[in-house]
């Protein structure tokens, strides 16, 4: 049984809002970058996918919420954590803070349900604090069982190497699969 929405009392603007970031997200789907892209320095684009798909309200409030609480993102990030930085807005951390801070985020487990629409958060135990790759961080597209099971992100077009590049696909996840494992959070977007 397909799942689309848990709550019932969730807003038609906020459905609608849903579907316009699933919408964008599939959309992204095959974008890629080659071996001259630099988590740390390049532009936002396509493989961004969380980004990209949330614009423009997600970079804005990023932006204001820096102005609100620079010490904590400089905490998070140290010193050039800034909106003046490309992977400030790449950093899975600075996001989920960012929504934290917005009553968005919802740890794995937690109430409202996982929904399509909503971004979906990954630690993977070899991810360090500042890496900035954008593998961290995707689009719930479709929910089955109260669950995410399948997800729009960028991930290495050569698993074994992350320098290789990285290319923008829709992911099934299982229960216990290596997605699923990694799986800690989610969060409606702005």
Excluded at 60 to 81: C, P, Q, T, V
């Amino acid at each position: 049984m397909a799942v689309t929405d848990q709550a019932s009392d969730t807003s038609e603007a906020r459905l609608a809002r849903r579907a316009n970031i699933v919408q964008a997200a599939r959309a992204l789907v095959n974008a890629s970058v080659g071996t001259e892209f630099d988590p740390v320095h390049s532009a936002l684009c396509a493989v961004d996918v969380v980004m990209v798909a949330g614009a423009p309200w997600l970079r804005d409030g990023l932006e204001r919420d820096f102005s609100k609480d620079e010490a904590g993102y400089r905490k998070i990030g140290g010193g050039a954590n800034t909106p003046q930085m490309a992977y400030f807005f790449r950093s899975a951390a600075n996001l989920i803070h960012y929504l934290k801070r917005q009553n968005f985020y919802t740890p794995r487990g937690s109430m409202p349900a996982p929904a399509a629409g909503m971004a979906c958060f990954f630690d993977w135990d070899d991810r360090g604090r500042f890496n900035f790759t954008p593998d961290r961080v995707g689009i719930i597209i479709k929910v089955e069982n109260v669950r995410a099971a399948e997800i729009v992100l960028a991930t290495s077009v050569d698993l074994r190497n992350v320098q290789s590049g990285f290319v923008v696909k829709r992911v099934k996840v299982h229960a216990g699969d290596e997605f699923d494992r990694a799986l800690i959070g989610y969060s409606d977007l702005p």
